[in-house]
Nanobody, 126 residues
Framework: QVQLVESGGGLVQPGGSLRLSCVGS????????VGWFRQAPGKEREGVSG????????YYADSVKGRFAISRDNAKQTVYLEMNDLKLEDTAVYYC???????????????????WGQGTQVTVSS
């Protein structure tokens, strides 16, 4: 199995930046698409960004395009999410999850992802 640990969240002012990390252990993240999701209080979990393993294809929710950037370092078993120009509506608990091969990972649908970390809180506030 794959265990995931998210980190890097915190309190930031609007317009600020944060960089989240998702570190995998146990099974290798190779062959898995890894995605970032977020869940605000009272809302459903939504896909934010994802990145494939081999060709590093990335995809983003419309709400974060141009502001967030996803990357991965397979040697370190780590996926990053750089968040810039943060807005109040970005406030949420951010989770990473893995999507097995042949699943519809690029849809960023939470149902396509099998394993999750515990999440890291991102709060954007003045």
């Amino acid at each position: 199995q794959v265990q995931l640990v998210e980190s890097g969240g915190g309190l930031v002012q609007p317009g600020g930046s944060l960089r989240l990390s998702c570190v995998g252990s146990g099974s290798s993240l190779d062959q898995f698409t890894v995605g970032w999701f977020r869940q605000a209080p009272g809302k459903e979990r939504e896909g934010v960004s994802g990145i494939s393993w081999r060709d590093l294809r990335s995809y983003y929710a419309d709400s974060v395009k141009g502001r967030f950037a996803i990357s991965r370092d397979n040697a370190k078993q780590t996926v990053y999410l750089e968040m810039n120009d943060l807005k109040l509506e970005d406030t949420a608990v951010y989770y990473c999850g893995v999507c097995p091969p042949h699943y519809r990972c690029s849809t960023l649908g939470p149902e396509q992802y099998n394993w999750w970390g515990q999440g890291t809180q991102v709060t954007v506030s003045s």
